[in-house]
């Protein structure tokens, strides 16, 4: 039995009605013989992996009255039959019939009282491919170990033999209510000694990286340091930017339903590195420009382009490589501006380029670690409480976000990958909106393409596949602006059932 850590459980608190903390990867696989039979295929394979990958077996454990974070316990129930299943698309299999039924299982939680992991088989592409969704909370793996999984699902050799049987491994029965109020009471008894430890700890290093002399009290200490906090990004202080002020209404930004809309579309990442290569930046700055310029275009649409520029969360992985623990959460965030205010591409890249780069100096003020820690002591019960609140008073219709949406880039595997000699061709992220929040745009790179992934709330942005083509459109837009050759020629968008969409509701 191990208890979540901090960061692991606030993906279980932020749930609600209406919010919830699963991540999605959706693979689209050839088919290697015409009578290849999937399901069959993918449970057999999880069979295999159920005693080898903690996270397929293992369920929660919740203190009573949300006293303390939930433990979890290798399921004595569990049931392989429950987890693995599979559907098939109505004819013809269009790309937005596939993301239609992803929109709906999305918007589905998982059953807390079993393992949180769920994958469909899915069939009927009018391709002939088919496509695999793996659905797993985010309170058990992030996305870096959401590709450790990926690797252990595939082989890089299409005649890689069978998997072999399963490892055997131990169920645990459930712990009483009074064990786990026991284990609470001791664990409370030490946290007072622990929090003021790390906290001690959180000032040092913050004095360290802004260059603040060892003083005497620990009070001077902290009040030096946050003078010096203060000057961040000032000629006599630390180069970096805190963010000051709150983030621009858009349509999205508001109270989500428990609805969803999906889309996907895939770049050529060597025209991305071409247009890096041209503007001395990154691919990943390179990737925020693409959505700054995609963004203001959607906005402008709709006349609800805002003056100043959008803000977007952006997740840091904090992985060494050397974690005894690989299925915890090791995630950071920094806040960076989109310059959605900018007309000029170019212009973009390089405002894209230095908001990112003060974005890390800031993220480097503050020890990750150490904030990880504290997350140890909140109280469950009072997170989900508060988040429930939230919800419930629509406060996000009232009050602006700290950031409009989370961008997020993953990179994935460069070599081919296999199952059951079936090759990987695509693995389209799908992760979380919550209220506030109601657009969320997430990127994996494969081989030598990004896969993009689009999930929005399905009223707030109901017409997300013009939204994903418009990514398509700004990257033709910033090769044109800087003259660079295509390393190769961009590719139509695959077809639809349907191309037509309502506008999305008025932000105001």
């Not at 508001?254 to 050529?268: L, N, P, Q, Y």
């Not at 459109?473 to 191309?499: H, K, M, N, V, Y």
Request: aromatic fraction near 6%; glycine fraction near 6%; include cysteine.
């Amino acid at each position: 039995m191990k208890q979540l850590t901090g960061v692991d459980a606030a993906f279980l608190h932020m749930e609600t009605s209406t919010t919830f903390g699963h991540v999605t990867g959706l693979m689209i696989y050839d088919r290697p013989a015409p009578d290849f039979d999937p399901y069959a295929a993918v449970y057999a394979k999880y069979a295999s992996l159920v005693g080898e990958l903690e996270p397929l077996r293992r369920r929660l454990a919740e203190v009573p009255f949300g006293l303390d974070h939930p433990y979890w316990v290798a399921d004595p129930d569990f049931d392989l039959d429950f987890h693995v299943r599979e559907l098939q698309l109505a004819r013809p299999g269009m790309i937005d019939q596939l993301a239609d039924q992803i929109a709906r299982i999305v918007a589905r939680p998982v059953d807390r009282k079993r393992p949180l992991w769920e994958a469909y088989v899915i069939d009927g592409l009018h391709t002939g491919q088919w496509a695999l969704l793996s659905k797993y909370h985010h309170a058990t793996i992030d996305g870096a170990a959401g590709q450790l999984l990926l690797r252990k699902f595939t082989d890089p050799d299409p005649d890689a033999p069978p998997p072999p049987d399963a490892p055997p491994w131990q169920p645990e029965t459930l712990p009483s209510s009074a064990e786990l109020l026991r284990r609470t009471a001791a664990r409370m008894a030490r946290n007072p000694f622990k929090v003021v430890q790390v906290q001690a700890r959180v000032i040092r290093k913050l004095a360290q990286t802004t260059g603040v002399d060892s003083v005497g009290g620990a009070a001077n200490r902290a009040g030096t340091t946050l003078k010096a906090i203060t000057r961040v990004g000032q000629e006599d202080g630390p180069r970096g930017s805190l963010q000051t002020t709150l983030a621009p209404p858009t349509p999205w930004n508001k109270t989500i339903s428990g609805h969803r809309r999906f889309a996907m579309r895939t770049a050529s990442l060597d025209n991305v590195k071409r247009l890096k290569d041209a503007t001395g930046s990154t691919v990943n700055d390179i990737v925020m420009a693409i959505c700054a310029g995609a963004l203001r275009q959607y906005l402008l649409a709709h006349d609800a382009l805002p003056d100043r520029p959008l803000r977007a969360l952006v997740p840091v992985s904090v992985r060494t490589g050397q974690e005894e623990d690989p299925w915890r959460n090791r995630l950071a965030a920094l806040v960076a501006d989109l310059p959605t205010d900018c007309d000029d591409p170019i212009a973009r890249i390089a405002r894209c380029r230095e908001s990112m780069r003060a974005a890390k100096r800031t993220l480097d003020l503050l020890p990750a670690e150490d904030i990880t820690d504290l997350t140890q002591f909140s109280t469950p019960v009072l997170a989900t409480s508060a988040v429930r609140l939230a919800s419930s008073l629509r406060l996000a219709d009232r009050f602006a976000a700290p950031f409009n949406l989370l961008i997020s880039n993953v990179p994935g595997p460069r070599q081919p990958l296999y199952f059951a000699g079936a090759q990987l061709c695509h693995q389209f992220p799908v992760s979380i909106v919550a209220d506030g929040q109601g657009l969320n745009i997430t990127v994996v790179s494969y081989l030598d393409r990004l896969d993009f992934g689009f999930i929005g709330d399905r009223d707030l942005v109901p017409d997300i596949w013009d939204l994903a083509e418009m990514h398509i459109a700004e990257i033709s837009r910033l090769f044109e602006a800087t003259g660079t050759d295509w390393a190769e020629p961009p590719q139509p968008a695959p077809p639809r059932r349907r191309t037509t969409n309502r506008k999305p509701v008025d932000p105001t």
